[in-house]
């Protein structure tokens, strides 16, 4: 299978504190992984590195066999789980911005899913409430026909009626041409999406495998081996 | 590089008119003074006075915004939406470095016909007999000047970048920057203008040619080698940019 995203020996460091250490991850296109791992476990950081908003300190990343740049940014979709926009936007700003940026973003789409998601185009970004900005961050990155689309936690702060919304917007988004990586420590909700998962702990994959294998040999849901391997 | 451009200035359109409105609304009224009290010189030279004191704070204010352009993306988290689109570091830097280009064009319009119409308010005699004294290449001088600011505002560009780039992982990343930056200006000073200054100051001593064609023609390489300066900080900037970021 053709992978749209490898490292090897990918590590990151910021100041004496290791956020990845010497990962190797093979994401294969057509799938959708689930990152895994408590807060501070290197999610992000990896997330970042794949997004071209960080540098490792060693090792290599590619995506769609190339080292992140100007083409990678132009096939990835990434969703940080900040507040990134520009505080003056109006939705309808945003999604002119990405209109203007990204080749492969769907206006249309774009509407359709802001729709769904209950928010008005007129609105200021910066009036939107916390769960709000998420679904508005989640219909701007899933609007993309990107190759790859990473999400960092974006069920955080969103309440459970729109958690539904947004995985009905995340299976929607999905087809065999797209990857999903979603990093998340909220796995009930996502559990049901995943092909793969890898547990992140302190910066180290500490296991991975098919959702479906695990779940058959462990004889328990993804939940609860995360619990399980997490509290131990 | 347009669209790049466009966002620039839509984040900050409204500071933009106001800045300008104010500037140009000042400009009027300190000239509105000069005109119903005719041949009063000392009316009309404060006035100008206080028109070049409000020109010199917008001009500060241009300069200050020129340098958060990029310490905003960098340090705040629009930097995520701004190092995420499929544009390179040399497009982006650019497209910060085109709008205070424009902005400093556009004061430097305002200043110069506002300078002209208060010029026009003065005793005609006294100017004529001042300026005629002066060995000043006007020219020149301007373009050193813009030249100057904008390799001012590149140097502090190349520092701030530096804190979230080669010093992303050192302690005190901020202070370093700071420090590279006046090293830079010293090391500049002492090794790059300093021999050509002292050149040219050879040449009037010694061969006390002090002709407007040698004034002209040192302006203009004072000019190109600020260029060359540029050049240089905004490739290192945008390479950086590039390629080493870490936000």
């Not at chain 1, 009036?127 to 190759?147: F, Q």
């Not at chain 2, 790049?4 to 359109?13: A, C, G, S």
């Not at chain 2, 005719?38 to 340098?67: D, R």
Request: proline share 3%; glycine share 6%; hydrophobic share 45%.
């Amino acid at each position: 299978m053709d992978n749209i995203l490898r490292s090897r020996q990918l590590s990151k460091h910021f100041f004496q504190k290791k956020a990845l250490e010497k990962v190797d991850i093979n994401i294969e296109k057509g799938k959708i992984y689930g990152i895994l791992g408590p807060n501070g476990g290197g999610k992000s950081t990896l997330l970042k590195l794949a997004a071209g908003l960080l540098k490792p300190s060693s090792g290599e990343i590619w995506i769609d066999e190339k080292k992140p740049g100007v083409y990678t940014k132009s096939i990835v979709s990434y969703l940080p789980e900040s507040n990134y926009f520009y505080k003056w936007m109006r939705i309808r700003d945003a999604l002119a911005f990405f209109k203007d940026f990204y080749r492969d973003f769907d206006i249309e789409k774009a509407r359709e899913n802001l729709v769904f998601m209950k928010l008005d185009e007129m609105e200021k970004i910066s009036s939107l409430s916390k769960g709000m900005l998420g679904r508005l961050k989640l219909t701007l990155a899933l609007s993309r026909n990107a190759h790859l689309f990473l999400l960092d936690e974006p069920l955080n702060g969103i309440d459970p009626v729109s958690r539904e919304k947004i995985i009905a917007s995340i299976l929607n988004a999905f087809n065999k041409k797209s990857t999903i990586v979603i990093c998340s420590h909220l796995i009930y909700y996502i559990e049901k999406l995943l092909d793969y998962i890898f547990f992140l702990s302190e910066g180290q994959i500490i296991l991975q495998g098919n959702a479906e294998e695990l779940r058959n040999k462990k004889t328990m849901s993804i939940d609860q081996l995360y619990q399980e391997v997490f509290q131990s | 590089m347009m669209s790049l451009l466009k966002y620039e200035i839509y984040r900050r359109w409204k500071w933009l008119v106001i800045r300008y409105a104010a500037l140009i609304t000042l400009g009027v009224i300190f000239y509105n003074r000069t005109v119903v009290a005719p041949m009063q010189y000392e009316i009309a030279a404060a006035s100008m006075g206080k028109f070049i004191l409000v020109s010199i704070v917008v001009f500060v204010i241009i300069i200050v915004e020129g340098i958060n352009m990029l310490k905003e993306d960098l340090f705040e988290q629009s930097g995520y939406l701004t190092f995420t689109i499929p544009r390179s570091g040399k497009s982006i830097l650019f497209s910060k470095i085109s709008l205070l280009f424009l902005q400093l064009t556009f004061w430097t319009i305002i200043c110069f016909q506002f300078g002209k119409m208060f010029f026009s308010k003065l005793p005609l005699k006294e100017i004529s007999q001042i300026t005629s004294q002066i060995d000043f290449p006007f020219f020149p001088s301007i373009l050193f000047i813009m030249t100057a600011f904008f390799n001012f505002v590149l140097m502090v560009h190349f520092s701030i970048t530096l804190t979230k780039t080669l010093l992303y992982n050192k302690k005190y990343s901020g202070i370093i920057s700071v420090g590279i930056f006046f090293l830079l200006a010293y090391l500049i000073e002492k090794f790059y203008y300093g021999p050509f200054a002292s050149q040219i100051q050879h040449v009037y001593i010694e061969i006390n040619n002090t002709s407007d064609m040698s004034m002209l023609s040192a302006g203009y390489t004072s000019v190109f080698m600020n260029v060359i300066l540029s050049v240089i900080f905004f490739s290192a900037t945008a390479y950086l940019l590039e390629n080493k970021i870490n936000i």
